[in-house]
């Protein structure tokens, strides 16, 4: 993509509480000030996404239906990915979706892909394409915490997980702390955006990089730390501006 013209900031209703949306609007357009970045008010989502919803996390999603709903143990409500993505796109107004114009939606709901190779479905913390998705439930649920946090909780029937997060508290993202949220939300907003720059190579092999894959919170934490892009994909910004 040689321009990009505008990137527009969605976002679902109660998202305000665990995500500063200006804050994150404001970094992006410090690294493309060429673009036109803005917010759009919060709209509510959860009621109409229903028809994404996961039944069974070992199914893919087309044998969802034929499922009856049993959410007894699951805690979180957890949603197709690549399903809420096309629910997405018919609420944008068509005059957004140019091929100039990047849509990135923030939302509390847990996006999920299936994959083919375990046979069952994963949380992610964003999804990108027409429009991106970028969870702050994903960002908390999925990422590995540290290993020493499963450990611990095995051989335990009553784990107290409260204790168990003050114990390895700063070593991984909880729902409480706003701050390291938005800053992992403004790097996943990146990987959307370099997913168009680069026609679909959003990461980066780099663990000091933005657009590092994470897979374990440590790992994100290290990257919001650094707060950086790394040689190449700084001059893959210069050369866009």
């Known amino acids: 993509m040689d321009f990009i013209r505008s990137i527009l900031i ?9 995500l500063d949306i200006k804050a994150v609007a404001e970094e992006i357009k410090t690294i493309f000030p060429r673009c ?4 759009k008010p919060a709209f509510v989502c959860e009621m109409a996404l229903d028809q994404a919803k996961i039944v069974d996390i070992k199914q893919p999603f087309e044998r969802q239906q034929n499922l009856e709903q049993d959410n007894s143990m699951m805690t979180i409500s957890l949603y197709d990915g690549f399903v809420m993505q096309r629910m997405f796109a018919e609420i ?4 957004e979706t140019d091929l100039v114009d990047i849509n990135i939606i923030f939302t509390n709901l847990l996006p999920c892909t299936f994959n083919e190779d375990d046979w069952r479905y994963h949380g992610r913390a ?5 429009p991106s998705i970028v969870s702050t439930t994903g960002i908390v649920e999925a990422l ?26 700063g070593r991984f993202i909880d729902y409480n702390d706003k701050e390291k949220i938005t800053a992992a939300s403004i790097n996943y907003a990146l990987q959307t955006i370099f997913f168009f720059i680069t ?3 959003p990461f980066c092999n780099d663990k000091d ?3 590092y894959n994470a897979h374990w919170q440590e790992e994100l934490l290290h990257i919001i730390e650094k707060r950086t892009l790394c040689i190449y994909h700084t001059n893959l910004v210069n050369k866009f501006q």
């Open 10 to 18: 969605n976002q679902t209703d109660s998202i305000e509480a665990a």
């Open 36 to 39: 036109k970045v803005g917010t």
């Open 92 to 95: 944008i107004p068509s005059e």
């Open 126 to 130: 964003v999804i990108c394409g027409t």
């Open 144 to 169: 590995a915490k540290p290993r020493e946090f499963y450990l611990a909780q095995i051989g335990s029937v009553r784990t107290d997980n409260t204790n168990l997060k003050k114990k390895f508290a």
């Open 199 to 201: 026609d679909g190579e």
């Open 209 to 211: 990089c933005r657009l």
